[in-house]
Structure formats: C-alpha cells, structure tokens
T-cell receptor, first 112, second 114 residues
C-alpha cells in the first residue's frame, strides 16, 4: 500500500461542532487533496495543497478549511459541522509527475 | 476546466457476460485518464490509466479501456465478469502538468448477478 493514512476512520459529531480530519503520508509527495464522496456525485474536490503552507480551494470548499504545516500532514477542518457535510472523505496524494493518485481509506463522517 | 460524464449510473450484468462502462470527458488541455474501482466499504484502487502511447490500455483483473481522442471517450470493458467485480467504478481525468487535479465522474455501480 502507498503510504497514506487517514484518521479517524469513522466519526459521529453534532451539528455546530468543529471537526478535524487528518491525512498523513510517508512518501514525501508535494501534492495532496481532500475529496468528499456522495452518491451520484462521485468524488468532488474540497481543497488541495501544492506544498507546505500552500493551499487552494476546490469546487466544494464552502464550510471547510485546510492546513499543511508539514509535508506529511494535511488537515481538513469543518469549522461548524452541518448535516450536509455528512459524507465520506478521502485524502489523496500525487507525485510531481502527476501520473497516479494514491488514496487513503476514507473517513465516514456523520453529522447529527 | 475539465469534466467527466459517466453515462450509466448502474449496470446490472450476468456473471461471465461482457460489460462496458462508458466515460466521456471534456478538457481544454492534454489529459491523463484513469479508471478507479471501489469495492464495498473500501477506498479507491487504480484499475488502469492512459498517459500516452497506445490507445488501448490494459489494467488489472482483466479490464481494458480505449482512449478515443476524437470522441473524447475512455470506455472501460471486460469480456467476462465475475461476481467479485461487483463494485463502483469511477472514471477520472487530470491535466498532464504537475499538481493538476483529478476530476471524477459520478460513478457507475456494477452489479454482477449469478
């Protein structure tokens, strides 16, 4: 397996609470991504990172923020969770050649 | 900007029958194309990819796909499916430059029936 892990794997949280999901990689890859997966929508990009402290928004970034203080860690924060953010979240990484993306196992988040 | 359309949301198929999953994309730049598979309650696994060269790409588990630039398509095929091929399949496209993001289609759920 490519060295990318997500934590936690499952989380239930209440509406209005902040939540942070962690993605950790051991491959020293520069590019990292956060996606959410919802039925019928495939995977949609939330935020991505080109390197340490270098991040940008994807197509569904409202309500989310990210941080990357180290190459190996990419954090996704829901500032105030809403039920519409109930989803499965995937982290991914690519090398500089961009010829393949490697995905974490996903985090199933339920907002009640 | 780029987009991917998977024309079938669900495809039921009998075991040992062939299957084709259709994928069309749009992009203003040169692209790489991918098919990923997601088995129930698992992450995404790369089936195959087109980077350059031969337009017929062979992947794992007997799958293959053909890149058709004029029709902007990248359809996935398998001549004989097994029960274990029951999964969701995602087509994806990215630009060829470093850091270009993957854009996914909506997915096709394949249900293989005995």
């Amino acid at each position: 397996d490519a060295g990318i892990t997500q934590s936690p794997r499952h989380k239930v949280t209440e509406t209005g609470t902040p939540v942070t999901l962690r993605c950790h990689q051991t491959e020293n890859h520069r590019y990292m991504y956060w996606y959410r997966q919802d039925p019928g929508h495939g995977l949609r990009l939330i935020h991505y990172s080109y390197g340490v402290k270098d991040t940008d928004k994807g197509e569904v970034s409202d309500g989310y923020s990210v941080s990357r203080s180290k190459t190996e860690d990419f954090l996704l924060t829901l500032e105030s969770a809403t039920s519409s953010q109930t989803s499965v979240y995937f982290c991914a990484m690519t090398d500089r050649l961009n010829t393949e993306a490697f995905f974490g196992q996903g985090t199933r988040l339920t907002v009640v | 900007a780029q987009s991917v359309t998977q024309l079938d949301s669900q495809v039921p198929v009998f075991e040992e029958a062939p299957v084709e999953l259709r994928c069309n994309y749009s992009s203003s730049v040169s692209v790489y194309l991918f098919w990923y598979v997601q088995y129930p309650n698992q992450g995404l696994q790369l089936l195959l990819k087109y980077l350059s060269g031969s337009t017929l790409v062979k992947g794992i588990n007997g799958f293959e796909a053909e890149f058709n630039k004029s029709q902007t398509s990248f359809h996935l095929r398998k001549p004989s499916v097994h029960i274990s091929d029951t999964a969701e399949y995602f087509c994806a496209v990215s630009g060829t430059a470093a850091g270009n993001k993957l854009t996914f289609g909506g997915g096709t759920r394949v249900l293989v029936k005995p």
